[in-house]
Structures are given as structure tokens and as C-alpha cells.
């Protein structure tokens, strides 16, 4: 072999080599994530666009703070300037003076002065500090502290909005695979009942009304599969729009459908919600807030007092053509006598805000008495249906074995063991609907009590 096919060669195994090293790490980029509903639920808490437009909202009210906080502050400026002044201010004197002595003429004063000059020059230092406004300034500052524990409260309780979201959209992917594996475990049941009697009808012993009969459950059973594998797609399409997972990542769920019943007191619950949830809270410091802005409005009624210094340089000062050092200080009181009403319209819109909110606190104490009510009612009758489903399957496992083995053996027709199929095929799906409700009440009464951490346990 020359040097050049050794070469060839060479270059070929790099090549090769490269190649299935590409291959491994591809088939290990493509291996799925794990992923239980608790990981689903902490991811989408960080990646919602939900909980990250709620997050934008505290720091937007907590900028309004600061902007309110600025007021107790004292203002500092600098002037400084330079104005041209053509035709400056004179001063003409002309008088005769008396002279008090015998024989001595009165003498006579002519004199022109300038007061200022064509150049002038300002530089200064302005100090505005406000001493007393009557708890304007101080009520409307409370009440945006209040604000932005509210805009925190309305966080947490988008969280809960995600987390709800998140853990029911997981479980319909689980119901919804649950459902592919009975619809194809159906196809696989009726393909191999079509199979039976295509013997037996190829044998003579079964007739064309029971391979047709044979042949149609098996195509009715198909497009349901289809229909299943459809329903699982779906579902992941939601539960990635819920939790904010991209189609870059593949995942596998590793929670199961499967429950157990736990027992639930109504009135433990309700106590739960309202220690708990945090529309409660929204409502208590927004109507708080409102009532401080009602007093910073009529703040705007009463007398406030600031302090205002000046320190500067000034040329010319009066008639004096050099820079001249200036130094002033003096308070002031301003006592408003009219502003049209607009202080005490706006006490009043206050006011009236703030009775809204209280209104709205009764409504929303009702609105989470009946979804709490409603979650329990809903879980205890998902844990009835679960047990008798339960019981119901295997019944129908038992009827399908027996009709199965009784059409070997001639014992049963084929429409029994057709039927048997259709109702084996059924209690399973209604055991899943029960499991698949159940779940979804444990969600459901979790968010209606506002416990973040029981939302898919």
C-alpha cells in the first residue's frame, strides 16, 4: 500500500471516528428528562411569563415608593448663567447745593452713574427642604409601601395560578397516555379475538356474520387509538405552554395516575383558605392603602411649611461691578384657601375605593368558601366512583377471560365475547376518569386553600 492509501485510509478512520463519537453524544443529548410533577411545577414557577409579568409588577410599585420617598428628601439645584444687557440703568444727578456761608455761591452737582454693567454673571445654589405638609407626603408614602405588599400577595397568588395549571396539564398528559395504552391494548385484544375467528371460519365452524362482526370492532377500535396518540401530543403541547418548557427538551413523566383516598375534613380546609390565601391579603393592604391616600389627599387642604436657602455668586451686584457672595435662608408657609375641590374630590374617591374594596373582601370570603366546598364535594365523589370502577374493572377483566375461554371452547357467541370486550374496555376508562377526577380535586381544593406546596402532591 502506497502512502498516498495510507493516508486515504487514515483520513477515512478520523472521519468514521468522528462520526459515532457525533452519533454517542447526539444519543446522549436526546435522552429525555426526567421529570415528576413537583419538577414541573418548580420550573415552571422560575420560566412563566405569568409569575415573571406578576415579579415586573413589585418592582414597578416599589419604584412608585421611591418616587413618593423623594419628597421627604430636600432639592438641590445649580443656576448659573449669562446675560448681555445693552442698555444699562443710570442714575443722573443734577442739583445746586447751598453753601451756608456769606457770599459764597451755591455749587452746582452734575453726575451720571451706571448701575450695573453690559456683562452679567450668575452662578448659585438652590436648596428646597419640606419641613411639615400635614401628612400628605407621609400618608401617600404608607400607602405605597402597602401597594407593593399587595403587588407581592398578587405574585403569590399567580403562582398559584401556574402551579394549578401546570399540575393539571401533567395530569391530562397521564390520563391521556393511560387512555392510549387501554384503547391499544383494546386493538390488540379485538385483533387477536378477528384472528380466532378467522380460524374458525377458515375451519368451517364459524360463519361470515361473525368474521364481518369480528372484522368491524377491530375497525372501530382503531381511529380511538389514533384518537389516544393525538390526546397525548395535545397534552404535552399544554403542559409545555403551562410550565414555560421549550420543544428543545424532551421529557418523561415519572408520577403515576394511581391514588390513594386521604381523608378530608370541610371545615379544616376552609380554616386553611382563609389563613392561607392570598387574595385575602391583596385586598387587606390595597383597602389599607386607599384609606392612607385619602388622608394624603386631604393633606392637600391643610397648611405645609417648607425651608428654602441660597448660596451664590453674582456679578455685578447692584451697583457694586464684582462678584459678590450671597447667602439666603427663610421658611415659608403656604395655607391653600381654594384649589376647586380637587383635594377634597379626591379624599372622597379615596373613601369610595376603599368601601369598593371591602365590598369585593365579602365577595371573595364567599367566592373560596364555595370553591373550597365545591373541591371537597368533588374529591369525595372521585373516591366513591374510584373504588366501585375499581371493583367494576376486575369484574370485567373476570367476564372478558371467561367469555374468551367459553368462545374456544363453543360455549359463547361471538357477539358475548365482542360485548365483554366493549364492557372491559369501558370500566377502564371510567376507572381512569375516576382516578383523572380525583387528582384534579386534589388540585383544585390545594389552590382553593392557597397551599403552593399540596398543588400535585
Known amino acids: 500500500m502506497g502512502m498516498r ?159 394549578r395549571q401546570t399540575a393539571q396539564a401533567y395530569l391530562s398528559v397521564l390520563i391521556a397516555d393511560a387512555v392510549s395504552d387501554v384503547q391499544r391494548e383494546a386493538l390488540s385484544t379485538a385483533q387477536a379475538h378477528l384472528e380466532q375467528v378467522q380460524n374458525r371460519y377458515d375451519a368451517g365452524v364459524a360463519n361470515r356474520l361473525e368474521l364481518l362482526r369480528a372484522q368491524v370492532e377491530v375497525s372501530n377500535v382503531e381511529p380511538r387509538v389514533i384518537e389516544a396518540e393525538q390526546g397525548i401530543e395535545t397534552a404535552f403541547i399544554l403542559l409545555r405552554r403551562a410550565s414555560g418548557l421549550g420543544r428543545e427538551v424532551e421529557i418523561e413523566l415519572t408520577d403515576s395516575l394511581e391514588a390513594e383516598v386521604e381523608p378530608i375534613d370541610e371545615e379544616t380546609e376552609l380554616e386553611r383558605a382563609r389563613a392561607m390565601r392570598p387574595e385575602f391579603k391583596v385586598l387587606e393592604y390595597s383597602q389599607s392603602a386607599t384609606e392612607d391616600l385619602a388622608l394624603s389627599e386631604r393633606g392637600g387642604m391643610l397648611p405645609m411649611m417648607q425651608l428654602t436657602s441660597t448660596f451664590g455668586y453674582e456679578k455685578p451686584y447692584f451697583a457694586i461691578n464684582e462678584w459678590e457672595k450671597i447667602f439666603t435662608v427663610g421658611v415659608g408657609i403656604q395655607v391653600p384657601l381654594f384649589d376647586g375641590l380637587e383635594s377634597y374630590r379626591g379624599m372622597r374617591r379615596a373613601r369610595a375605593a376603599a368601601e369598593t374594596i371591602t365590598l369585593a373582601a365579602v365577595q371573595t370570603h364567599a367566592n373560596v368558601r364555595t370553591e373550597v366546598r365545591t373541591g371537597v364535594l368533588a374529591l369525595r365523589e372521585a373516591a366513591v366512583r374510584m373504588k366501585a370502577t ?68
Open 5 to 163: 492509501e495510507k493516508r486515504l485510509v487514515a483520513g477515512l478512520s478520523v472521519l468514521i471516528l468522528v462520526g459515532l463519537l457525533g452519533s454517542v453524544g447526539e444519543a446522549q443529548a436526546a435522552e429525555p428528562l426526567p421529570w415528576s410533577v413537583k419538577e414541573a411545577i418548580g420550573y415552571a414557577l422560575v420560566h412563566s411569563p405569568d409569575v415573571a409579568v406578576a415579579h415586573s409588577r413589585i418592582a414597578e410599585k416599589e419604584e412608585a415608593k421611591g418616587e413618593v420617598f423623594s419628597n421627604f428628601l430636600p432639592d438641590l439645584s445649580i443656576d448659573a448663567g449669562y446675560q448681555y444687557l445693552d442698555n444699562i440703568p443710570r442714575i443722573e444727578t443734577d442739583m445746586q447745593v447751598d453753601i451756608p456761608v456769606p457770599g459764597v455761591p451755591p455749587v452746582t452737582l452734575q453726575d451720571v452713574r451706571e448701575i450695573g454693567a453690559n456683562d452679567n454673571w450668575l452662578a448659585r445654589l438652590s436648596l428646597n427642604q419640606l419641613l411639615f405638609a400635614s401628612g400628605r407626603v407621609y400618608y401617600a408614602h404608607r400607602a405605597a409601601g402597602k401597594q407593593v405588599e399587595a403587588s407581592r400577595q398578587e405574585e403569590e397568588t399567580a403562582k398559584l395560578g401556574v402551579a
Open 390 to 457: 375499581r371493583d367494576n374493572k376486575s369484574r370485567a377483566n373476570e367476564m372478558l377471560e371467561i367469555a374468551r375461554h367459553s368462545y374456544q371452547a363453543g360455549a359463547a357467541t361471538n357477539v358475548e365475547v365482542i360485548d365483554a370486550q366493549l364492557a372491559a374496555t369501558t370500566a377502564r376508562l371510567e376507572h381512569l376518569k375516576a382516578l383523572y377526577d380525583y387528582r384534579n380535586a386534589q388540585i383544585q381544593l390545594a389552590a382553593a386553600t392557597g397551599d403552593l406546596t399540596s398543588i400535585g402532591r
